[in-house]
């Protein structure tokens, strides 16, 4: 069986974690291994947990989602990261921070996880 990808959700809203939660719980080749309210509570489960991939909200009460971006490439280069905002002009600085990917919520969901899976493939 092939390794599941370990993702972090981070996010302040509790109904789209619980989201996430419940849609990467019925993925075989996927598995939640935290989640954050916030990019400090983020960068330390970073540090504890090293999954393969965060799910990242771009708008945070204390950092937001493209400090969090930096701080995570700059310390751990190898955790790929998807940016998750309500606005598309974050795109380029997502980009430029170092976001693997960056997408607009509300999606569709199996497009969340295509790109998920995508993310994590391309090592």
């Not at 540090?47 to 701080?71: F, H, N, R, S, W």
């Not at 700059?74 to 693997?100: C, H, N």
């Amino acid at each position: 069986m092939n390794k599941k990808i370990r993702i972090l959700i981070v996010d302040d809203s509790l109904s789209f974690r619980m989201g996430m939660q419940a849609l990467l719980e019925i993925q075989p080749d996927m598995q939640e291994v935290g989640f954050a309210p916030s990019g400090n509570k983020a960068l330390e489960l970073v540090k504890e947990l090293q999954p393969d991939l965060v799910l990242l909200d771009a708008q945070m009460p204390d950092l937001t989602g493209i400090e969090v971006t930096q701080k995570i490439k700059s310390q751990w280069p190898k955790v790929k990261i998807l940016l998750l905002t309500m606005f598309s002009d974050y795109r380029s600085k997502a980009i430029e921070a170092g976001a693997d990917a960056f997408v607009t919520k509300g999606i569709p969901p199996e497009h969340m996880l295509s790109l998920i899976r995508g993310i994590a493939k391309n090592k």
